[in-house]
């Protein structure tokens, strides 16, 4: 009974498959192919994904100062080269800062020439120098010690001498203005002697008072300036090393200032670093912009090398190997494709939705100029090509969740029977099958497809 039934049911689901037992393809009611050849061809297997054109190069250009926008050379869509000015900031001041650190230079050149000459002054020179040094210091020092005792014995010594010479004087002049012998002459003389007399008597007395006394404040203010002058006149004929080092480095840090500078006022102009096109003008002129506008203030980019990166799965990636030719077509262009290759992959996988992906870069051989950055491209990359095999369409294969094994329909007559087939590579449309079908098999698609509760093993 139940092989029978089995009969009926095989029957019925022939009668659905098959509209025509003459013919190579069964039609379903809505026109679909519902059983179809298994054939010798060849097959494609590709890997495809998406993405949009990007350029290889791309930069935000921006000014590193802040400053006023003085001119704007260029738009959108404009071609510029490599060294082309595209934008200025106005640089008044920093042609002045230019200026002074051109002077500080100068000035520093000057002083370390001073310092290295002084180093190289004459013997005999440096000689008087230390003499004159040692001068002022000995009169200093003598002058802070006082007298010395001879000297100031010798002048209270000097001063009796004189008040001696004044009592010998005046009894002389008393003894001839008594005589009356005397002529009134020679009177006048003794007189004119003992004023002489006193007179010594009191330069010797001050000249013994002064020693007693020792140096007054201002003398001593007055040696201790000769001897500052001649300390200052010793330095500028022999400068110590650190001396001349340290002017060394001022001329050095002058340079570097020099050089920034410079370098400030060359940032106030924007430059296109390479022959590109202008996608973007954030700037106007008069407006006051800092360091570094959000989003560049010229977005320039190289549109004569476009590329797009495609997001492959750890399964496909395996297959894929840099410098593969890719077939490229574009949402905004049907009908047409573009050569390109693989320029790069991933070497490590990023985590999307729990799977494991990897980033591949396609670049485009032939720039043409109908393409542009941000279009939606397709690529086909063709990982394997098998010629004269047997092929069977996807839609006919059936895999079992449990075991993974594949299974077809074959229509064999008025009869349908589930077969096990082994597969080998698989493209988009169809698959190589390595067992279970042979050529000229038909096999029905997914529209005659019965219940599951009644699978049939035939063969078995």
């Known amino acids: 009974m139940r092989k029978g ?14 509209a025509c037992a003459g013919a190579s393809t069964a039609q379903s009611p809505q026109g679909q192919n519902t059983v179809v050849r298994v054939r010798r061809g060849t097959l494609e297997v590709t890997v495809s994904g998406s993405g949009n054109l990007q350029p290889h190069t791309l930069v935000n250009l921006a000014f590193t100062q802040s400053g006023v926008v003085r001119k704007v050379y260029v738009g959108v869509g404009d071609a510029v080269k490599a060294g082309q000015v595209l934008a200025e900031l106005d640089t008044r001041d920093l042609e002045l800062q230019l200026q002074n650190a051109r002077t500080n230079l100068e000035i520093a050149r000057i002083r370390l020439a001073q310092a290295q000459a002084t180093a190289r002054a004459r013997p005999a020179d440096l000689a008087a120098a230390q003499a004159a040094l040692a001068n002022a210091q000995a009169s200093l020092e003598a002058l802070k010690s006082g007298p010395d005792p001879r000297d100031r014995e010798i002048a209270r010594l000097n001063y009796e001498v004189a008040k001696n010479a004044i009592w010998q004087a005046q009894l002389t002049r008393d003894k001839t203005a008594g005589s009356p012998l005397s002529a009134p002459i020679d009177v006048d003389l003794t007189r004119a002697r003992v004023g002489q007399a006193e007179l010594q008597a009191e330069i010797a007395r001050l000249q013994y008072e002064k020693l007693k006394a020792g140096a007054r404040p201002e003398q001593l203010e007055a040696a201790r300036a000769q001897l500052a002058q001649a300390q200052a006149s010793l330095a500028r004929l ?8 340290r002017t060394r480095l001022q001329l050095e840090q002058a340079r570097l200032q020099l050089e920034q500078a410079r370098r400030r006022l060359e940032q106030a102009t924007l430059v296109a670093p390479f022959d590109g096109t202008v996608i973007a003008v954030n700037i106007e002129i008069g407006q006051v912009v800092g360091a570094g506008v959000p989003g560049g203030a010229i977005v320039l980019a190289d549109l004569s090398d476009l590329y797009l990166d495609l997001t492959v799965d750890e399964v496909d990636v395996v297959r894929l190997k840099e410098g593969m030719p890719v077939e490229i077509t574009l949402d905004a262009l049907p009908g047409r494709s573009f050569r390109g290759h693989i320029d790069a992959i991933a070497p490590a996988a990023t985590e999307t939705g729990g799977a494991a992906t990897y980033r591949v870069r396609v670049v485009l051989d032939d720039r043409d100029p109908v393409l542009r950055a941000g279009m939606s491209a397709n690529v086909e990359i063709e990982v394997e090509r098998l010629e004269n095999v047997l092929l069977v369409p996807n839609a006919a294969v059936r895999r079992d969740r449990e075991s993974g ?9 008025d009869r349908v029977e589930e077969v096990e087939i082994r597969l080998g590579a698989q493209g988009e449309t169809e698959s190589e099958v390595l067992e279970g079908l042979q050529e000229g098999d038909r096999v029905a698609l997914s529209e005659v ?5 009644f699978r049939i093993f035939f063969g078995r």
């Open 238 to 245: 022999q400068p110590d090393a650190l001396t001349v080092e």
């Open 405 to 413: 094994r594949a299974f077809v329909y074959r229509v064999v007559g």
């Open 449 to 453: 497809q019965p219940a599951t509760s």
């Open 5 to 18: 039934r089995w009969g009926i049911l095989v029957s019925l689901i022939l009668t659905l498959a098959v």
